[in-house]
């Protein structure tokens, strides 16, 4: 069969060309969604595109908000179907049976059609059915019945064979529309999505706000040192639409609002019951509607359209964002420029206008306003300016916990700014000098962030903990988990080995590993900010070789569970000069504790006496059963009275044993009634 090919004339669907509604500003948003803001003048019954990328439509329709001088007509729109709904309106064969040109043509069953033939001049007529006829005989004499399509039209009955059509067209926009919408359901590069925004009849400007998927802004900082570091920091923005930016105002929001994906574009039908009128009469014979027959038949799906397929399945909930969120959340996001002239005329609750490349706070959220309106090709990214000038930096050498020496900045954000976390590279001495990550930092907060590995500065650590003299002791806790809870001022010695062949003086930070503590000498406390490390600044001389003792100061209170309490312990601890008060609660302890240690001797003496006795008994019983099976009377009297003596013996120790367990166990709670 010749390649056959059925054509669907969809010049009535074409939508015309409209003039878009210009894109005015934007908010970007960390979480992947942006807030768009389109202004433009609109005369009465006039009407302006908004241009949308494939599955942005659901998103755009639940954050819409439209503000205008003599309001609106209406705002326009194409549903999308789900695949079953729009090939179930357009009567094609469900998606799963089997696809030919002769049950395509069998959906068009009754209606008026245009066929072009291989050979001969173009038939019109209304399509009857597609029937089996008698056509070639082969080779060997037998028959085959070609497919045959039936019309009729105004030169009466025509039949065409199938393998003689190249191409059908429907001539009414109904069914062209209908086919249409069903092939482009199935496509599996989505159609580009529109509203449509009508005038109302007065006229005037028009301003739509809404919020859809946007790509996730991020940052990049570039540090410059020397006698006044440089601090240059750059937004990636992404316009992924066709749609290209011309004098956009673009603004960067820190905040993660919630946004969420939800059908709302696509239509939603719900089921009726079958049923016939009271009077039992009806304007048609029932049994010549398809309902009706395919009710008879059971075949008709309950549920939707189709099976149900414009249900949640449908295309309606296809989308391409992250996260959650309603148009509840967007209030206040929209930052206004002065130095442009743009302002919001959709959400006027907004954050104070802002000055170019100025900041705004609103709520959580930080906002940077980028200074120049932006110009950015379709499909194009960019980098934004946010950040340029001076900075706090000093370059310092890090020293890890581990021992390990790095190159590193220490850097305070003395900018108004909220650095988002990204990228930094850092440049010195007129060269690249390495790059590292950075948080979020807030104004005036500081970050120690290493970007190389320092060659020029050998160094050795160890660290010992001098424990210092108990200050208090008090017993903590409820029962069954009370604990002895001696509070001391306790000593960390960091001794670092510092070999340098830098001709410069070095600062060398000290990571600290542990908090409460403060450095009380060998150096200085550097001031960190919270979340941040602690360290040491230790100064370096140029070519230097020397051992510094960085030590720090800080309270410690020592859990001991009262399981774990032993006698040693507290006579180590009563070896301190101590406070009357702190003495006497120690003694007061271990008193009660060499009890229990006492009674703690007493039952394991107890425990070993049971399994000597146990043994005892056991062999005792082996050999009465020999010797009374040998005869032996005599022997087996005298091992009987054995055996019950060892029994009481044994009954004996096992009462001596738990009295003497319990003792034990009473000392300690003992002295662990709160003091």
């Known amino acids: 069969m010749h390649s056959l090919l059925l054509l669907v004339s969809t010049a009535a669907v074409l939508a015309q060309t409209r003039a878009q509604l210009p894109l005015h500003s934007l908010v970007l948003y960390e979480n992947g969604v942006g807030y768009f803001e389109r202004h433009g003048a609109l005369s009465a019954g006039a009407t302006a595109e908004i241009p949308l990328e494939a599955g942005q439509l659901d998103d755009t329709l639940k954050s819409l908000v439209v503000v205008s001088e003599h309001g609106v007509a209406s705002v326009e729109f194409a549903p999308p179907l789900a695949v079953d709904a729009a090939r179930a309106m357009a009567g094609l064969p469900a998606?799963?049976?089997?696809?030919?040109?002769?049950?395509?043509?069998?959906?068009?069953?009754?209606?008026d059609v245009v066929v072009s033939q291989a050979t001969g001049a173009n038939l019109q007529g209304r399509v009857i059915e597609v029937t089996r006829e008698d056509g070639v005989v082969d080779k060997d004499g037998k028959q085959h019945q070609d497919a045959t399509l039936l019309l009729f039209g105004e030169a009466g009955l025509s039949k065409v064979r199938l393998t003689d059509v190249r191409a059908v067209r429907p001539t009414g926009a109904a069914v062209s529309l209908a086919w249409s919408r069903a092939v482009g359901s199935t496509a599996l590069q989505p159609e580009r999505e529109r509203l449509v925004v009508r005038g109302a009849s007065g006229g005037g400007s028009v301003a739509v706000g809404y919020t859809t998927e946007a790509p996730v802004w991020r940052t990049t900082y570039r540090l410059v040192m020397g006698p006044k570091p440089r601090l240059q920091g750059f937004a990636l923005v992404h316009n992924d639409s066709?749609?290209?930016?011309?004098?956009?105002?673009?603004?960067l929001a820190s905040g993660k609002p919630t946004s969420f994906l939800f059908p709302l574009a696509g239509p939603r039908y719900g089921r009726r019951d079958l049923v016939a009128p009271e009077d039992g009469l009806d304007t048609a014979p029932q049994l010549s509607t398809r309902e009706a027959r395919e009710h008879l038949r059971g075949s008709l799906e309950v549920g939707g359209v189709a099976g149900g397929g414009v249900g949640l399945g449908g295309f309606g909930t296809t989308g391409y964002g992250s996260g959650g969120g309603g148009m509840g959340m967007v209030h206040g996001m929209v930052a206004r420029g002065a130095g442009s002239g743009i302002s919001s005329t959709v959400l006027e609750d907004g954050p104070t206008p802002l000055e170019p490349a100025a900041v705004s706070e609103a709520g959580d959220l930080f906002l940077y306003t980028v200074k120049e309106p932006v110009i950015l090709g379709a499909r194009k990214s960019a980098l934004l300016p946010i950040i340029d000038g001076a900075t706090s930096a000093e370059r310092v050498t890090?020293?890890?916990?581990?021992?390990?020496?790095?190159?590193?900045?220490?850097?305070?954000?003395?900018?108004?700014?909220?650095?988002?976390?990204?990228?930094?590279?850092?440049?010195?001495?007129?060269?690249?000098?390495?790059?590292?990550q950075v948080d979020r930092v807030k104004p005036n907060e500081v970050r120690v962030l290493k970007h190389?590995?320092?060659?020029?500065?050998?160094?050795?650590?160890?660290?010992?903990?001098?424990?210092?003299?108990?200050?208090?002791?008090?017993?903590?806790?409820?029962?069954?988990?009370?604990?002895?809870?001696?509070?001391?001022?306790?000593?960390?010695?960091?001794?670092?080995?510092?070999?340098?062949?830098?001709?410069?003086?070095?600062?060398?930070?000290v990571e600290l590993p542990e908090n409460?503590?403060?450095?009380?000498?060998?150096?200085?406390?550097?001031?960190?900010?919270?979340?941040?490390?602690?360290?040491?600044?230790?100064?370096?001389a140029p070519h230097a070789r020397e051992d510094v003792e960085l030590v720090e100061e800080g309270a410690v209170v020592e859990r001991i569970a009262a399981d774990s309490l032993s006698s040693s312990r507290l006579a180590e601890l009563l070896k301190q000069k101590?406070?009357?008060?702190?003495?006497?609660?120690?003694?007061?302890?271990?008193?009660?504790?060499?009890?229990?240690?006492?009674?703690?001797?007493?039952?394991?003496?107890?425990?070993?006496?049971?399994?000597?006795?146990?043994?005892?008994?056991?062999?005792?019983?082996?050999?009465?059963?020999?010797?009374?099976?040998?005869?032996?009377?005599?022997?087996?009297?005298?091992?009987?009275?054995?055996?019950?003596?060892?029994?009481?013996?044994?009954?004996?120790?096992?009462?001596?044993?738990?009295?003497?367990?319990?003792a034990a166990a009473e000392t300690r709670k003992r002295l662990l009634v709160r003091r």
């Open 516 to 540: 409460g503590y403060r450095v009380i000498s060998g150096g200085t406390e550097d001031v960190r900010s919270p979340g941040q490390p602690r360290y040491g600044r230790v100064a370096v």
């Open 452 to 509: 190389g590995v320092d060659l020029d500065l050998e160094v050795t650590r160890s660290t010992r903990r001098e424990e210092g003299q108990v200050r208090r002791a008090r017993v903590m806790g409820g029962e069954g988990a009370r604990v002895l809870e001696p509070a001391r001022v306790d000593r960390l010695v960091h001794t670092v080995g510092f070999t340098s062949r830098a001709a410069v003086p070095r600062t060398v930070l």
């Open 242 to 251: 066709d749609e290209a930016w011309n004098g956009v105002k673009v603004s």
């Open 95 to 111: 998606k799963e049976a089997e696809a030919s040109l002769a049950s395509l043509l069998h959906s068009l069953q009754g209606v």
């Open 398 to 436: 890090l020293l890890d916990r581990g021992g390990a020496a790095f190159t590193a900045v220490r850097l305070q954000n003395t900018t108004p700014l909220t650095l988002e976390g990204g990228t930094l590279s850092v440049f010195a001495d007129g060269a690249y000098a390495g790059e590292t």
């Open 578 to 662: 101590l406070a009357d008060d702190v003495r006497a609660t120690l003694v007061s302890v271990q008193t009660e504790i060499v009890k229990a240690e006492q009674y703690q001797v007493r039952v394991a003496t107890l425990e070993r006496k049971l399994a000597e006795l146990t043994s005892d008994l056991a062999r005792v019983r082996e050999n009465l059963s020999a010797a009374g099976k040998g005869g032996a009377t005599s022997a087996a009297k005298e091992l009987g009275e054995r055996m019950i003596t060892l029994e009481d013996e044994l009954q004996k120790t096992r009462t001596e044993h738990q009295t003497v367990q319990g």
